[in-house]
C-alpha cells in the first residue's frame, strides 16, 4: 500500500533559484496542539533567496542531512487536527514558520504546524493576500516591540524600505506607537508613503530620535541615529555594533498567532497594505526568486502549490 505523499519545493545543494527542486514528502497526521494545512498560497520572501544561495548555511544556521525547506509564511485551509485542537477542519487560516533548519517550509502542498501559531483568515480576504501578511507583518509588529512606545523627548523615527514590505507595516503600526514617522524611500513611492499617514523622503539626514531599519542599509542607517538614540535592524545575523550610546537590536520574526490574527482583520478593513505582485504555480518557484532578486518590487511574488 503506497504511502500519500506531497510536493515541496527544498534545496540540497544552495547555490542560488537553479538549486530548488521539487520532492515527494509523506503526508504526516497532526500530532498534539497541531494542524495540517493544504496550502493555497506561499510568499516569495527576501530571506527565502539567502536560504536557496546557502548564506545561512554557511552561518552554520542549517544542518539538514537531505534537504532543506524554502518558504516562511503561508495560507490555505486545514484538513486536519490533532488531539486538544479547537480548530475545524475546513477553516481557512494563514501563519508562519520559523527557523532555518528544516526539511521543508511553506513552498509545499501540505504542512505541519502548531495550531496556535496559525490565524483564521477573516471573511473578504482571499488566501493569496492572506499569506503576504504573517512574516512581514509580524516583524514590523516585532520592530516595534523593540523600539518600544515613543518617549515624550523624542519621537522622530525614521523607516529605510519605507515601500518594502515590512517598511509599509512599520508606516502604520509606528504612528499607532505614537512615533512622528518618515519614510525613507524611492521618489516613485512617495504617494505609498504618504497615503499610509507618514511623511516621505528620499534623502535621511543623520539625526533622528529612532530608525526601524527595514531596508537593511545597515551601517548607513545606524549613522542616521543620534547620540543615545534607538536602531532596529532586519539581520540578526549581522547586527551593527552599537556606538555613540544607541541602543542596537535586530528582529528576529517569530510565529504569534493572536497578533496574526488583528494583523489580518486590519488588512481586511483596509488599515494595512496588502501588495501581491504576481502568482506563479509551484512550479515555477526559480522564476519568482530570479523575478525578486532583480529589486524594485512592489508587492509580493505569490506561490500557488
Known sequence: MSVPTFRAAVVRTPSGPDSIEIVDVPVAEPGPGQVRVAIAAAAVNPVDLGVAAGV???LGLVDQPHWTGLGWDFAGTV???????DLVVGSRVAGVVDGFDRDYGTYAERLLVPAADVAVVPDGLDLIAAATVPLNGLAAAQILDLLGDA????RRLLVTGAAGAVGGYLLVLGQER???VTGLAREQDEEFVRGLGADFTTHAESGW???ADA???????????RDGGLFVGVQPSAQPPSERGITVAAVVAHPDGVRLADLLARTVSGQLPARVHAVLPLDQVADAHRGLAKGGIRGRYVLRP
Open 56 to 58: 545561512f548555511h554557511d
Open 79 to 85: 484538513e486536519a487536527t490533532g488531539p486538544g485542537v
Open 151 to 154: 518617549p515624550a523627548d523624542g
Open 178 to 180: 505614537g512615533w512622528q
Open 209 to 211: 530620535d529612532a530608525v
Open 215 to 225: 531596508g537593511a542599509m545597515q551601517l548607513a542607517a545606524l549613522a542616521l541615529v
